[in-house]
C-alpha cells in the first residue's frame, strides 16, 4: 500500500504535464477533424518555435500534414517548409532525410506533383553529401498512440531512451513496449 503510493508519487513527479491544447489536437486528429486538428497544432508550434523548444519541428510538420489531410494543401506547405528549415538550422540531417522524404512522398500521394518537385529540390539544395545513416540498434514495438497525449507515434519521431522506452516526440513521456 505505502509502496505503491510512493511508486504512484515518482510516476506522477516524472511525468511531464501534458498541455491541455496537445491533447485536444490530438483528439481532433484522431477523429478525422483535420482542419481542427491543424489550428491547434499550428497554435502549439508557433509557441514552441518561439521560445526555441525542441519540438517545434515535429509540430509543424504534424500540422502541415493535419493540412494536407484537410485538403488544405496552400496552408499546409508553408508549416511543413518550416518544420524542415528548423532541421536544417538545427543541424538535425538525420531527421531531415526522413521528415524530409515522408513529406515529399505525401505530397505526391495527394497529387501535388509540383509542390512535390519544389520541396525535393530544395530538400537536394539543403542536405549535405552524406547525411550519416544512424541506423539505430534493436527497438522496441511502440503503441500506436501515446498514452499521456494521444500522439500517433511513429518509430522514427519518438526518441528511444533504451530498448524498451521511448520518449514521446510531442508530449516528452516515456512511452513502454507493450508486453
Ligand atoms: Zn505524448
Redesign the pocket.
Known sequence: MMRRMFRRQIRKSLAPA?PPI?QEA?FALSKGEYGRAAELLEQIARAADGRGGPRAPLFYLQAGRSRLLAGQAALGIPSLKRGLELLVQRGQYHRLGEAGSRTVSELNERGLKAEASAMEAWLQSVLPAAVPSAMPAKRGILPTH??????P?RPDEVEWLDEMTAE??????P?RETP
Not at 501515446?146 to 500522439?151: R, S
Not at 514521446?168 to 513521456?173: I, L, Q
Open positions: 501534458v496537445l490530438n501515446c498514452p499521456a497525449c494521444g500522439a507515434l514521446c516526440g510531442y508530449c516528452g513521456s512511452v
